[in-house]
Every structure is written in structure tokens, then in C-alpha cells.
């Protein structure tokens, strides 16, 4: 059976919500969503579920993460069909601020993350993107003061960022990263799978697939150089424009020289027509 989860919009609310949820010292996670939930934040949140006594999800299209020439305006927002799936996980609470609660007139301070934010991954193609997460993530932290937050490791790079943020900046958050869910195909869930035509959805998976074949050659004790040149051959004839396809630290994302030289990570982005996706595995 469902339950409506108690949905607030301005600091004040919060508080106070946050206040009742607390009471016997009852333990907090929060899921940090752009809305347009899928199986995939419905894995986060189960997750949180496990791992506290309360749940709440924030939903907040961030502005600044989006650089002008991106889809802010266009970007998924599914409202009703969102608060209907969390109603039906039983989270217990939405905090849905408005961009003015998040950002009021005079907004001055931002967060400029450097160590894993500046890996030369997202952050060649969304100079701003990290920046903008940073930010806003830390605010989410302070107004919602959790004591776990749970992200995606399908945004490897940004699951490094704010866990490195909650750490630098003594959050008191335990940032855990949750599994990637994949359609049966392998495409990663993503909010934006919703662009793909027809035919592009056909084509995703191979991202995946050039993913684990990467992975295969590693295993087999090949170089990550023969490794990758095989995966983007796989990527560019199924008709992606490649932006990256990289074998990295998996906790630095520092480059590696040779695949013994520590955990890796092989992450990828590339575009399919005009929707741009992203994904990883690890060893
Ligand atoms: O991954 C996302 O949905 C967003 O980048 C996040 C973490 C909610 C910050 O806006």
C-alpha cells in the first residue's frame, strides 16, 4: 500500500519536517534526484531504505549544473508520476524547493571542486557541470542534514566528487554509491534514455557491450591502449560520436599507465544523434 510522503518546499517546512522525522534519535538518508524518477532512483531509494530509519528524496531540476547551451528547459519533469513511485516506496518525505528557495536574490557562494571534478572526463565536455553539483549538493547536505546520501555510480565521476565533498567539507554525510540498473540489454537507466528515437535505443547498448569487452582484454592481461582502440571501434561503428572511453583509477580517476597499477574504472560518453550518455563498470 502506498503512503503519501510529507512534501515541503521551503527551508522553513523542512525544518520542521525534518524536526518530526528525527524524534528518537531516528536515522536519516537522502536520495538526491532531478526528478523523472526511473527503476534506477527506485533502487536508490530501496537502498536507503535499508541502510536508515528514514527516508527523503530530494527532487530539484538544478540550474546551475546545466550549461545555456543544455537541456535545463527541456529536461524531463514527470511531477505527479515521481511523488506516485515514492508514495509507493514509502519514502517519507519530498523536499521540493523552488529554484528561488534554492538560489534567493544575492546568491553569491559557490563550491569550485577540484581532485576527481578535475579528471578530464565530464568536466572536458561540462566544464560547469561539477561546479554546479558541488554546490548544490552541499546545500541539500546542510538544509537536509542526512547521515547517509545515496548516488548512482551510473555518474562515476560525480559519485567521486561528492564524496570527496562530504569528506573536505566535515558534512557528517556517509556518501554510498548504489549499482547501476540496466534495461536487460545493458543500457544503463537514465532520465534521458527518453530522447532516443527508435532506432538510436537499438544502437545504446553498445556502450555497455564495448564496456565489457574493454573490461574482457584488461582481464586477459592485454594493455589498456589495444583494450580501448577495440572498444571505440565497436562505440563509433554503431554510430556514437565518442567523447571519451577510458580506463581510470576507479577511486582517483587518475590515468593508469597498465591495468595492474590499481582498482580501474572504465568510463565512457558518447553521443547518439543529439542525446549524450554516459556509463562505467568496474573490475
Ligand atoms: O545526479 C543528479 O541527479 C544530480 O546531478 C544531483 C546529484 C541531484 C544534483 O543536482
Known amino acids: 500500500m502506498s503512503r503519501s510522503p510529507l512534501i515541503v518546499r521551503n527551508l522553513s517546512a523542512l525544518r520542521r519536517a525534518l524536526d518530526g522525522?528525527?524524534?528518537?534519535?531516528?536515522?536519516?538518508?537522502?536520495?538526491?534526484?532531478?526528478?523523472?524518477?526511473?527503476?534506477?532512483?527506485?533502487?536508490?531509494?530501496?537502498?536507503?531504505?535499508?541502510?536508515?530509519?528514514?527516508?527523503?528524496?530530494?527532487?530539484?531540476?538544478?540550474?546551475?549544473?546545466?550549461?545555456?547551451?543544455?537541456?535545463?528547459?527541456?529536461?524531463?519533469?514527470?511531477?505527479?508520476?515521481?511523488?506516485?513511485?515514492?508514495?509507493?516506496?514509502?519514502?517519507?518525505?519530498?523536499?521540493?524547493p523552488d529554484a528561488k528557495a534554492m538560489y534567493p536574490d544575492g546568491f553569491a557562494t559557490r563550491i569550485v571542486p577540484e581532485g576527481a571534478a578535475l579528471a578530464g572526463l565530464e568536466d572536458r565536455y561540462r566544464p560547469q557541470f561539477f561546479g554546479g553539483v558541488a554546490t548544490v549538493v552541499a546545500k541539500l547536505f546542510t538544509q537536509c542534514r542526512p547521515d547517509i546520501a545515496v548516488f548512482g555510480e551510473k555518474d562515476y565521476q560525480q559519485l567521486r566528487v561528492v564524496t570527496q565533498l562530504a569528506r573536505d567539507l566535515d558534512l557528517g554525510v556517509r556518501v554510498i554509491g548504489s549499482r547501476t540498473v540496466r534495461k536487460r540489454d545493458g543500457l544503463a537507466m537514465s532520465s534521458r534514455n527518453v530522447y532516443l528515437s527508435a532506432e538510436e535505443r537499438r544502437a545504446a547498448p553498445t556502450l555497455y557491450k564495448a564496456m565489457k569487452e574493454v573490461a574482457g582484454r584488461l582481464r586477459a592481461g592485454g594493455s589498456i591502449e589495444a583494450a580501448v582502440a577495440g572498444g571505440t571501434e565497436l562505440i563509433t561503428s554503431a554510430g556514437f560520436v565518442l567523447d571519451y572511453l577510458e580506463v581510470r583509477h576507479a577511486e582517483t580517476l587518475a590515468p593508469l599507465a597498465s591495468a595492474k597499477d590499481g582498482p580501474w574504472r572504465i568510463?565512457?560518453?558518447?553521443?547518439?544523434?543529439?542525446?549524450?550518455?554516459?556509463?562505467?563498470?568496474?573490475?
Open 21 to 96: 522525522l528525527r524524534v528518537r534519535k531516528a536515522s536519516l538518508a537522502l536520495v538526491p534526484t532531478m526528478g523523472a524518477l526511473h527503476d534506477g532512483h527506485v533502487s536508490l531509494v530501496r537502498l536507503a531504505k535499508r541502510r536508515a530509519d528514514k527516508v527523503a528524496v530530494s527532487i530539484f531540476v538544478n540550474p546551475t549544473q546545466f550549461a545555456p547551451t543544455e537541456d535545463f528547459g527541456s529536461y524531463p519533469r514527470t511531477w505527479k508520476e515521481d511523488v506516485a513511485k515514492l508514495a509507493a516506496e514509502k519514502v517519507d518525505l519530498i523536499w521540493h
Open 267 to 283: 568510463l565512457v560518453a558518447a553521443k547518439l544523434g543529439k542525446t549524450r550518455l554516459i556509463d562505467n563498470i568496474g573490475a
